[in-house]
């Protein structure tokens, strides 16, 4: 007898159309989409929901929503990996080349800039005082991320019970993430693959209201391009190309200047940071923050603040904070370099890491996703590993809170356990009221991140050159 998931694989057998979209179009278009991205993976996965598939209408919504659910499965940033995926259905290999790079550039370039004001004039009342106001307005959108993700994902007790456990395993507990998404995972797989309904949620952050497109109905159809049928021996060869740009670089590195140099630091740990981080941008920084500033001491736990809000007000990933993460740890340890000039290496390199991999993951493995559309089992996987999440990002917004509410936080020991226990006599009032005042904004009269950013910005620069 074949099971649920075995009878929802079956892919689709209309044939394959020429969908008439020219190259130089998606590109242009692929660029607007890189330029509006910003409001992290919600915000990007709708303009390119908005723009891909009921504007153009290339895609249909089925498709749009079967390819984010194999994003939100890998580790890194599931809305730069969807537009490689799409890309490659359009246009092959180079559409997913064009699409990933575009949707990444003009962040790096912004960051880039934003990072070389930050360490020449961080300490000019201006610049403290934007950082000081973005720092609340990010603890804000990080706790509304929460409230968002936890809505559409913790539909049921079971839901709820995989976030719970979640979050009590990485705050009290100190369990790694890959292992809390890996159990997340599979419990989802086996129930999706049991048929049972609690975890048949669906996934991605969800899309504009309105009709929907039909997959038939796009220009892509609903047919499996002929580029996009499974092929062992492409996946394996345009795989080999990608592993070989991800690593040798990698390897070079450590072999040229011994392992304990901060460019083979930065070349190891964002590379591994590649491979073992799931679940989104907002858990992903859970993640890095805790390394870099505990483990590697790159940066101070303000500092990550201080990085998270320049990738929050710039188009692009949110997950693009970890170039300023590596050009902070590089412009510290420059050796016998600039410092300005090996810390632009340390972005360059960290952003190399960071997403090459995102390519590999895509080319090696959407052919064989594209066969799975209806998958009980992998939809099952994604609701659990999105429950999870919003454990993690819990326990993010928990620690930024401590780091953004008081000046003091010391570690305790309880019942054998480690935790981060605030110094209530260092309460900063300011960042605690510009806050709630931020929070009060997006929660209560749902104002625009942008709007709320800019505020904040604005109230921490004239708080800052008055005291």
Known sequence: MSSAAETATVAPSSASRDHGIPFGEAARVWARVAALSFGGPAGQIAVMHRILVEEKRWIGENRFLHALNYCMLLPGPEAQQLAVYIGWLLHRTKGGLVAGTLFILPGFLSILALSYVYVLYGNVPLVEGLFFGLKAAVLAIVLHAVQRIGKRALKNNVMLTIAATSFIAIFFLGTPFPLIVLAAGLIGYLGGRAGLPVFMLGGGHGSASGPVLSDADSALGEGVPTHARANVGWSLRVSAIFLALWLVPVVG?????????????????????????????????????????????????????DGLGMAETTPGPLIMVVQFVGFLGAYRDAGRLDPLLAATLGAVLTTWVTFVPCFLWIFLGAPFIERLRGNAALSGALSAITAAVVGVILNLAIWFALHVLFDTVMET??????????????????????????????????????????????????YRLIY
């Open 413 to 462: 020991r309880v019942l054998d356990l480690t935790l981060n226990v605030p110094v209530l006599s260092s309460s900063n009032w300011a960042a605690i009221m510009l806050t709630a005042a931020a929070m009060l904004a997006i929660f209560r009269f749902g104002i625009s991140m942008g709007w709320v950013l800019a505020a904040c910005a604005l109230s921490g620069i004239v």
């Open 253 to 305: 590195l450590i072999a040229a200047l011994g392992w304990d140099n901060v460019f083979s630091r930065i070349a190891l740990f964002f590379s591994q940071m590649a491979v073992v981080t799931f679940g989104g941008a907002y858990a992903v920084l859970a993640y890095v923050a805790q390394q870099a500033v505990e483990t590697y001491g790159w940066l101070q736990p303000g500092e990550m603040l």
